[in-house]
């Protein structure tokens, strides 16, 4: 007796088969959708208008650094804690002028020991 061949796989639909499975669960997936941070902002004024620019005197500046200290105004080594209360001092003793708050980082913040 002869021997019998094993019938071969078309390669080729198979590939079609994984290819159009791939794409079916690609396009079915439900992407995981990105949340901001839920911000009420104010009602817009058409009466206020800004004519001037806050003079930098009128600024109140924080900053941190590469050090992680919290820097407000001249002040060094400020807990978080602390800000809130140095801030709202500073709003009311500038009654009725113009403030403008400044936050930045200076370069080289270690983000993972805040």
Known sequence: MGRRLAPE???GSMADIAFL???FFIVTAEMSKEEGIFQILPEKNENSTITEPVKERNAIRIFM???NDILFE???GLKMSEIPKLLK???LNTAGIQICLKIGLLQKVNFNRL
């Open 74 to 76: 001249d002040q060094v």
């Open 9 to 11: 796989i078309n390669a």
């Open 65 to 67: 650094n590469e050090n």
């Open 21 to 23: 499975l791939l794409v």
């Open 89 to 91: 001092e500073q709003i």
